[in-house]
């Protein structure tokens, strides 16, 4: 799958992967900047080019068969948006049952322009004690750059102007919806 992800990343889509990805067994990913569609096929593509698979969340409503089939093969885990129920603290104990789980999550929560990223990445990873790993994708040079690791600190405020600090200059495929 390697060898099939780095063909169609590099020669067919015309893309390259930058930086180093170090090897984890547990991790969120923060991928930034979510501004189409097209983010997810570009990052899931880009880390399998790698060698490396990632869980992702994705709307139970999408869930249904035969399209769960291919989600779940693809590593998707279905979301429930329930008031009752706390997503972050679901995520943070199916990490300490986990040996092996990445989990690639969008900050920003929506494809649309919001002054405000999502917490949930952070305190996902905060209350699993495990790191998060910053990818950038830039459609501007076509690259998904590994933006290095952040092991929160519980100082959220300190850690996200650190963690979207690392974004700066990245262009999404539309630019006017990525705002730090």
């Known amino acids: ?22 090897v984890l067994s547990r991790c969120v990913i923060a991928v930034a900047p979510h501004t189409s569609n097209w983010d997810f096929l570009i990052a899931k593509v880009a880390y399998s080019s790698i060698g ?11 869930f249904v068969f035969p ?3 291919f989600f779940k093969s693809l590593g998707g ?13 679901t995520l943070a104990s199916e990490f300490n049952r986990r ?21 949930g990445f952070y305190y996902i990873a905060y209350k699993a004690g495990v790191p998060i790993l910053l990818v950038g994708l830039d459609y501007s040079t076509k690259e998904a750059l590994s ?11 300190k850690d996200i102007e650190e963690i979207k600090s690392r974004y700066k200059g990245i262009q999404g495929k539309k630019p006017e919806n990525f705002l730090l």
């Open 77 to 89: 885990i279905p979301v429930t948006r329930e008031k009752n129920s706390s997503l972050t603290d």
């Open 52 to 62: 490396r698979t990632a869980n992702f969340l994705i709307k139970a409503e999408w």
């Open 67 to 69: 399209f769960n089939l």
């Open 1 to 22: 799958m390697k060898r099939i992800s780095k063909f169609i990343f590099n020669q067919i889509l015309g893309w390259r992967v930058r930086g180093e990805f170090p």
């Open 147 to 157: 933006l290095g690791l952040i092991h929160p600190s519980g100082d959220y405020e």
């Open 99 to 119: 040996d092996q789980m990445q989990l690639a999550i969008t900050p920003e929560g929506t494809r649309k322009p919001v002054k405000e990223w999502k917490k």
